[in-house]
């Protein structure tokens, strides 16, 4: 199966995949997958999964947002945040989410930013789980 180059670019850290075979990306208009040879293009990408597949493995990592540059054989993901399923802090994205869940219910602070965050710390748990 041919493969492509993965990098992907937080503003605290590079991250490069290496030769994948597979991604698949929350756009921001719904779920989109990218093979080798893929036709170029810049992609808004909303908080969601990542699905990478490398080597006959999949790797799953939770986002925040950002965009995906698809340039011949390489794919860019600038991405907010990313974190490793592996990774994420249960205890932490459990806390986060009530309190989310508490400020909306209360009336407290922007109702629009405080969905964002519950829906944020939904995606890590979900995440979590792979």
Do not use: W
Request: with cysteine; glycine share 10%.
């Amino acid at each position: 199966m041919s493969t492509f180059a993965l990098e992907i670019v937080t503003p605290t850290k590079t991250v490069d995949q290496g030769e994948v075979t597979y991604i698949r990306c929350p756009g921001a208009d719904g779920l989109f997958g990218v093979m080798a040879g893929h036709t170029p293009g810049l992609f808004a990408l909303s908080a969601g999964e990542i699905k990478v597949a490398k080597e006959g493995k999949s790797q799953y990592f939770a986002t925040s947002g950002g965009f995906a540059e698809v340039t011949g054989e390489k794919v860019q993901l600038l991405l907010e945040t990313i974190e490793a399923s592996t990774e994420i802090d249960l205890e932490r994205s459990r806390e986060a989410l009530e309190r989310a869940t508490s400020r909306l219910s209360s009336g407290e602070g922007d109702p629009d930013r405080t969905r964002r965050a519950i829906a944020r710390a939904k995606n890590r748990l979900k995440v979590s789980q792979r």
